[in-house]
């Protein structure tokens, strides 16, 4: 309350901020009639002019207006829109690198290149982000006309281009392509092996379109690239797959027993504590079975009192005890799953003790201190630990991804089979993802539990998650028409302030409350029943769901009730934008799942307007508030006239799951019959607040992402940053002679003890270092032996080897071991960097199962992670120097060769799916009459190549 006052008094802080920029919007009107004065090469020309006075010292903002002027004018001449004044606002919020919450239609393209144009005039290149290729090839060739008649080049980075032609485009002005392609251009270029071949510039300034999706949804995943593992895994799904069907037949029966039993017992005694106890076991053993969920749909009250069981339980510490009759338990919510101690016996076959994975480092040591083995023995025992160690981590893995792939993954929803592949299917837009894998081995598991034949497994070459991706840029914009619900998250994770900016014309959609029913089917009917009179009256509808399988229903539905319709999913998605453009046209009724089609502009048909504008039907809520209002955002555009509705039922997940005690008694006290909806208020602000809760945990996860990845970033930067370096072609050699110190001084702090003569030092042992690290046979004379210290073994040992370093080199030839040299660090560097992930990875998943009681977990990863990085550095050293001191004659360019054959076997991959992306190395350059490389379609010599 007191909160609208003040805002009415002082105006809130956006509108502060707008406010500011309306003189700045002001000023570029002003210019406008001396732009429309200048003939098109006069027009042109003032882009060199502006170059210019940056070179002399001129500020991007002191430019900004004129600059602004400038495109809006072209734009004008090009495309004939003229830049409205909001997005005039748009382009300066997007230069002071924030975020525009500009609405659906407002026209974003075209605010961009605002400050596209403004931001190229540096020559440092600007990245447009956008969330498909299809979008990126569209803006390219659309805003296209602006940047080429100013004489800016532009280019697209999409799926299927090689390094040439990539650098090619970011070497443009301004460059378009999905956060994919730029993030994996940027891994990609940390494992070249050739300064030549890299193929991104500096990051300088990108603007995200659907900043939203980019930045929030598909943030939840790191990108990876991975390639196949030495020793493959898969073979472990089919062996442990027969078990878990056992345990999940088990669960059935013994999830059908208690149902019974609970039904009987809700006959007999209504619910008493016996039956819910009972009942809450179900819950844990398979929360999504149809019985257990009809059951819940049907007892409102129910609900609550099982989770007010739960949690009374969980306090106390007493489920263990309500699962010990299961053989694992499921936590949809959370998408996890555990054994119990009955289901290990089941798939160990009885030896539930040895099921644990041990605890490696308590079993190094024990083997460490038994006095009774030699330290070869301790080696050997060691080295058995350790793979029986890897094999019981890994079993264990398995089972619970199979585990997962039979309880949680359901074929239609999550994922498809087609020709004997699984492919995903995107949670958000509802289509196919052939090519994407789960990552973590849910894939496989998948696989296997599908029949399907289970494909390698892949280790992890490099990654990055898209948070610190986008941090590297100097400046980061972004525009969206659903930001404001995550300013936050914004705020917090990016540094990225939201300015929503008013609508060209006023909105005049009409949002309709959510009408609530009791039951799915109930609901369907309904919205079925709507759809079906609004058609006959000719009213285009866009009907949103959440999975192909509802859209699939739904549309089997309006089939058998004779209304025509598309249907916008998996299975045709080359057609999507073509299909949402449609979707306006009078008479359309046309089924999308939420996201699908996001970026195409939606066009009422002539007449439309006069029956009322698009209608947007909702057939369930999304868990974020955001994604619906995408959704609703589809109609309206432009000021045109429109209305929106969700339908929900009481048995949609987002209800079932997050509704909480809340909502059941809201339910209860209205009372609810069969087939007739809630339309309330306070149910719509009960559901807001169950998506609240589902956003905020969302965020944590991110967040939580982002706490350990941030541990690797700082890593990363190192490792990356010493890798370009020794690719810039600069003499390793200095750096190496430092090694070659370092390693004679750690053998000497190693053996040579001052405290006792030299004599009686251990010789055995030093001489096996040495030849272990420089492959030298230490020769050394009594005499120089009796005088010895500890830095003159040092001296001696690094002469030696220094010796030898040389003659080496001259073998070789001083340019060719300069060669030699960096391709073994590099080598050694990827090398060493790929098993560290891969041991970060474990110790990440291991500090999880460890279960640290008293300490944080993400203290001992930052801890022993860095503990583990330290040993990679140390360990970094002594290969290079071992591998450069035993190398024959190994031409670098062989080596190059085989690192680049293993570069086809690479899978990209992100949002937990992977990309099978092989990478084609032509090195040809377009022919000009070749199809342009950005994907505008034209002839290169008509488009980039002018
Ligand atoms: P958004 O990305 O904000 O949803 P688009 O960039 O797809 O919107 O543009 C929506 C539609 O508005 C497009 O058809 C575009 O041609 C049109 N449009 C945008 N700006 C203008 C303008 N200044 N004048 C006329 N039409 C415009
Ligand atoms: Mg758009």
Redesign the pocket.
Known sequence: MIGNVLKKVFGSKNERELNKLKPVVEQINALEPEMQALSDDQLRAKTQALKERIDKGATLDELLPEAFAVVREASVRTLK????DV?LIGGIVLHQGKIAE?????????AATLSAYLNALTGRGVHVVTVNDYLARRDTEWMGSIYHFLGLSVATVVHGLDDSQRQEAYNADITYGTNNEFGFDYLRDNMKFALESIVQREPHYAIV?EVDSILIDEARTPLIISGPVEQAGDRLYEEVKPQVIKLKQNQDRIMRTMLDEVLKGLEEEGEADGVLELLLKVKRGDPKSPRFLDLIAKRPGLKKKLEKLEGQLSTEKLLPQIDQDLFCTIDENQNLVELTEKGLKLIYGGHADDYIVPDLDEELQKIDEDDRLTSMEKRIQGRKAEAFYREASERFHVTRQLIKAYWLFNKDVQYVVKDGQVVIVDEFTGRMMPGRRWSDGLHQAVEAKEGVTVAEENQTLATITFQNYFRMYDKLAGMT?TADTEAAEFKKIYDLDVIVIPTNEPMIRLDYPDVIYKTEAEKFKAAVEEIKQLHNNGQPVLVGTISIEKSENLSQMLTKVRVKHEVLNAKNHEREAEIVAMAGQKGHVTISTNMAGR?T?I?LGEGVKKLGGLHIIGTERHESRRVDNQLRGRSG??GDQGSSRFYLSMEDDLLRIFGGERMSSIMERLGMEEGEPIEHGMISKAIENAQRKVESHNFEIRKQLLKYDDVMNQQREVIYKQRREALTGKSLKPAIEDMIRGLSERIADGFADEKVLPEEWDWKGIRAATYLQFGLHLKMDRDTMDGLTRDGLAESTFESAMKTYEEKEATFGAEEFRQLEQTIVLQVVDNLWKEHLLAMDHLKEGIGLRGYAQQDPLVVYKKEGYEMFMDMIERIKEETVRFLFRVQIARPEKMVAREKNKQDQLVYSHDGEVARQPVRRSKKKVGRNQPCPCGSGKKYKKCCGR
């Open positions: 829109m003229r830049h409205f997005q500009m609405k659906t239609g407002e026209g974003k393209t075209l379109d028409g970026g502009d066009v555009r432009q």
